[in-house]
C-alpha cells in the first residue's frame, strides 16, 4: 500500500510538473525571464553559436539589422550569401573565408534546422514557393504584417521599414518578436 501511495504522489507531481510548464507558454515570459527550462521552450533564437552570431552580427549588422537564421531556409541564405557583390543594390563582399564561416552560421541555423514556433511558420508559408531572397516576402510575414497600414508605416514623416526589425520590434536583437514587445514610432504600443 505504502508503494502504491508513493507512486500515486510521484505520477500526480510528475503530471502536475508538466502541466505548470506547458501551462503558460507565453514567449515574452520565456524570452525575459532566463532560467533553466526557458532554454528547452523558447521559441527563436540567433544566439545557438556565440562565435558565429558575433561574427554575423559584425560583418552583416554593420550595415543593417542582423536577421535571425531561423527565419529563412538554408536555400535562401545560400542565394543571399551567393550574391554579395549585388546585395539588394549594395557591395558586400566579403572575404572567402569570413562568407564561407557566415554561410556556415546562416546555413545551420536556418528554419529547417532549428525548433522555433516563427522558424516552423516561415517554412510552411514557402512549402510550395522557391526560396525567397528576403523575409517580406514569405507568406508568414505577410500574415504578421498585414494590418500595418502604410499611413502607419509614414505617421510623423517618419519611415519606417519592415526590414528594419528593431525600429518597432524593441527586443528583436533579443530574439523576441512578441506582441508585447512591439512600439512602432510616431504610433505607440502596438495592441493585437
Known sequence: M?????LLILILSLIFGIGVVFADRDEAVYEKEPGFLTRWFRSDTMLADKKGTQQYQEECGSCHFPYQPGFLPGAS?????????????????????????????LTQNAAENVRGEISQKVLWSIRTKQP???????????????EISPRILHRNGEKIQFSNCDSCHVRALQGSFDDDDIKIPGYGRWDD
Do not use: Q
Open 2 to 6: 505504502k508503494k502504491i501511495c508513493l
Open 77 to 105: 541564405w545560400r542565394l543571399v550569401m551567393a550574391g554579395l557583390d549585388d546585395h539588394f543594390g549594395e557591395n558586400a563582399e566579403l572575404s572567402d573565408y569570413e562568407a564561407e564561416y557566415i554561410l556556415n552560421y
Open 132 to 146: 525567397p531572397m528576403r523575409i517580406t516576402e514569405t507568406d508568414f510575414f505577410k500574415h504578421e504584417h498585414d
